[in-house]
């Protein structure tokens, strides 16, 4: 869930592009559990049902059938023709599914398909492993290829075909089509904290525009990249790679893709790893505040480790975490007023919205937090914004040459269509101020007003909050982070409380997601369950 600056992702594979980018110069640092971590850990216990804030327990998402319709079978006993596609050892294909689950008949959407095959003997082959990476919008095909099929241990990758698909909307997936490189330019520089009703104007305008852009662009496909459909897509992803059952793992956003997925079709559930889970009972605004906490506990964590460290640009020895984020503060009204100067080809200088989403993008990962040290060092003490620019625009999947991927559009329409707008308009943010303010005395105020996008979104949601449980799938592992920015660990606790079969694996860490970042307790568990089929133990806790 993620628009602009605001913290509303879903995506590890973000994590994963500033940890890659990072990890090449600074090793990994590790963070002291604060004690605002305590906030986000007080929701439902693994087994109990969840209860959203209203006191209303909502329905759970029900199963499909389990005979598949006959209007659906040519989709799933179509046969994919693979080829090879640029990387050495992966193979790629296009298959189809219907554009509108409700009226097959209306059309289809090609979906982009990649698959590395098992590295080891045809008797110990377990099938396929399908990968997810979250965002949502964030490329599968890209992070299999670049990540997955080559970065996950070699055991698995030994005994399964890794494969990934881009979802609809997404990359190679039909992609969501809204502005050009210069719009997307302008309107990741928009305000965030607007000052007086001139300002509110123009940030409702930049929100405007970008909807209306890709109402014009994408009309076909907008109200159909629901992660309900995304959900399906993978069913006949399952059926005709032949597998009987779908083992998966998903992270961040893909946590909601995949319990979604075991919600309609828990008898095809094998092995399932949720990593950084959603709660799907939460409603916009609520995932929306929980993620501004989150980001704030993630900052904390960031600022007590910096002021540990000789010439932290923003506190000495023994400065609070407080007194941190005051001084970021103050740099952020700085930017406000006076952007900086960056170097930048296309003449863009560093202001308060893109100098945010720089520091937003290095709570992802821990590993990042020397690089972000480095950034506001330069920024406060040189006046050289391009170290911020750089994390901002590795956040944005914006390239040299001025083009972005359309992981920001992609993440946008599916977003909207999952979940009514968190606001209606400018109205309602400024009474929502103070939650948000308190929830992050960093971040909140702009991370309220990104909130906003989905209020002018060209078509209306059709999802809402709901309760997944998954009666008669097998175990389903659900991981979560003790100071996940993004998915804060409550929402773990939730989710593993509403899975009839899931099993909690608690990583007392930070930055976004467990798996494969360098705790060898969870890396262990996790491995041993996708090979053996054996979930961690009850109350399983890693550090």
Request: charged fraction near 20%; glycine fraction near 10%; include cysteine.
């Amino acid at each position: 869930m993620r628009t602009r600056s605001a913290p509303r992702t879903r995506g590890s594979r973000r994590a994963h592009r500033i940890r890659a980018t990072h990890s090449r110069a600074t090793a990994r640092v590790t963070a002291t559990l604060l004690t605002a971590a305590a906030l986000l850990v007080t929701a439902c216990a693994p087994g109990s049902p969840a209860t959203p804030a209203g006191g209303t327990v909502q329905a759970a998402l029900a199963a499909l059938p389990r005979t598949t319709p006959t209007a659906l079978t040519p989709y799933y006993s179509q046969r994919l023709r693979w080829r090879e596609c640029g990387v050495p050892g992966f193979q790629c294909a296009t298959m189809k599914a219907p554009l509108d689950y409700g009226n097959p008949d209306a059309g289809t959407v090609r979906l982009a398909v990649a698959r590395k095959k098992a590295t080891g003997t045809a008797a110990g082959r377990l099938g396929s492993l399908l990968v997810n990476p979250g965002g949502p919008g964030g490329s599968a095909v890209e992070y299999l290829q670049q990540y997955a099929g080559l970065g996950y241990p070699e055991r698995i990758r030994a005994r399964y075909d890794m494969v990934a698909m881009d979802p609809r909307g997404v990359a190679r997936s039909e992609p969501v089509k809204c502005l050009d490189g210069r719009q997307m330019d302008a309107y990741a520089q928009t305000d965030l904290t607007p000052d007086d009703q001139r300002e509110r104007d123009v940030l409702v305008a930049a929100n405007r525009r970008f909807a209306e852009s890709c109402g014009a662009h994408s009309a076909r496909l907008l109200r159909h990249v629901s992660t309900v459909e995304a959900a399906r897509d993978m069913d006949i992803l399952r059926s005709v790679l032949g597998d009987r059952r779908l083992n998966y793992v998903g992270a961040s956003y893909g946590t909601f893709l995949g319990a979604t997925y075991a919600g309609l079709f828990p008898e095809r559930v094998g092995r399932m790893v949720l990593d950084g889970a959603m709660d799907p009972s939460l409603d916009a605004r609520r995932l929306n505040l929980d993620q501004t906490a989150g980001f704030e506990t993630a900052f904390q964590a960031f600022a007590k480790d910096c002021v540990r460290r000789s010439g932290c640009p923003l506190g000495g020895r023994g400065a609070s975490p407080a007194r941190v984020g005051d001084r970021l503060r103050a740099f952020f009204r700085e930017l406000d007023a006076r952007p900086l100067p960056t170097g930048d080809a296309d003449g863009r200088r560093l202001g308060e919205a893109l100098a945010t989403t720089g520091v937003i993008a290095s709570m992802y990962d821990e590993g990042a937090w020397a690089q972000l040290r480095d950034a506001l060092t330069s920024a406060i003490k040189k006046h050289d914004g391009a170290g911020l620019l750089s994390l901002a625009d590795i956040y944005y999947e914006r390239d040299a040459g001025g083009h972005y991927s359309n992981l920001m559009m992609a993440n946008a329409a599916v977003n909207c269509l999952d979940l009514p707008s968190a606001f209606t308009g400018p109205e309602q943010v400024e009474k929502a101020l103070p939650a948000f303010e308190k929830a992050s005395p960093v971040f909140g105020p702009g991370l309220a007003w990104a909130s906003l996008t989905c209020a002018y979104w060209p078509v209306r949601a059709t999802g809402e909050p709901h309760r997944i449980e998954a009666k008669g799938a097998a175990p389903i592992v659900v991981v979560g982070t003790v100071r996940d920015p993004a998915t804060p660990y409550r929402w773990a606790r939730s989710l593993a409380g509403q899975l009839y079969s899931a099993r909690l694996l608690t990583y007392d860490g930070d930055g976004h997601t467990a798996y494969g970042r360098g705790s060898g307790c969870v890396d262990t568990a996790i491995d041993t369950y996708l090979l053996r089929g054996t979930p961690p133990p009850p109350g399983k806790r890693c550090s």
